[in-house]
Nanobody, 121 residues
Framework: QVQLVESGGGLVQAGGSLRLSCAAS????????MGWYRQAPGKQRELVAS???????NYADSVKGRFTVSRDSGKNTVYLQMNSLKPEDTAVYFC???????????????WGKGTLVTVSS
C-alpha cells in the first residue's frame, strides 16, 4: 500500500507564508509526477503546482511568482512554499503523486487526505 501524508497547513494572515510538505511511503518502486491540488468551499478541485521526476514544474496562473514546488526524491517528499498568500488561496490542499509499485506497474495516482490552509484578510 501507498500513503501520502501532508503537513504544514494552518491559519496565516494575508501576505504571509506557509510551507506544505507531503511524504509518500509504502510499496514504492518509482514516483513520476508529484504535486498539489486545492479545493475551496463550493469549488472544484484545481491543480496548484506539479513537478516531474526530472524536475520540470507547472503552476496555475493564479499562483505563479508566489508559490514554489520542489521535491526531495530521496525522501519521496514534495513541498509547496507559499508566499504572499491571499484570502483567495484559502482551501484544502491535497497532495498528489503518480506512483508505480513495481517494475511492471505503469502506476496510478494517489492522494493525501488534505491539509487546510486559511488566509485571513
Amino acid at each position: 500500500q501507498v500513503q501520502l501524508v501532508e503537513s504544514g497547513g494552518g491559519l496565516v494572515q494575508a501576505g504571509g507564508s506557509l510551507r506544505l510538505s507531503c511524504a509518500a511511503s509504502g510499496s514504492i518502486f518509482f514516483i513520476n509526477a508529484m504535486g498539489w491540488y486545492r479545493q475551496a468551499p463550493g469549488k472544484q478541485r484545481e491543480l496548484v503546482a506539479s513537478i516531474t521526476s526530472g524536475g520540470s514544474t507547472n503552476y496555475a496562473d493564479s499562483v505563479k511568482g508566489r508559490f514554489t514546488v520542489s521535491r526531495d526524491s530521496g525522501k519521496n517528499t514534495v513541498y509547496l512554499q507559499m508566499n504572499s498568500l491571499k484570502p483567495e488561496d484559502t482551501a484544502v490542499y491535497f497532495c498528489n503523486a503518480h506512483i508505480a509499485t513495481a517494475g511492471w506497474d505503469y502506476g496510478r495516482d494517489y492522494w493525501g487526505k488534505g491539509t487546510l490552509v486559511t488566509v485571513s484578510s
